[in-house]
């Protein structure tokens, strides 16, 4: 019985070392995981993020404005 623990361990032992050293779908998982935290990142800093180019269009305007009017 102990044998066959012991076996049965070692098999899933190395299925988890294959699959963590198997790097074909590591790109993939570090976009998605890149996207993740930026989305995160988006969320948390979203009103900052709003205000920001609230003034940004803002000062845009204004200066589109000087520049298109006719005098």
């Known amino acids: 019985m102990l044998i066959m623990l012991g076996n049965l361990f070692q098999l899933g032992k190395k299925s988890a070392d294959s699959i963590w050293k198997d790097e074909e779908g590591l790109g993939t998982l570090e976009l998605v995981l890149i996207a993740a935290v930026l989305i995160i990142l988006a969320i948390f800093f979203k009103d900052w993020i709003m ?3 609230g003034e940004l269009m ?3 305007e204004g200066q589109a404005d000087e520049v298109f009017t006719t005098k």
């Open 58 to 60: 803002g000062k845009v």
């Open 51 to 53: 205000e920001f180019l």
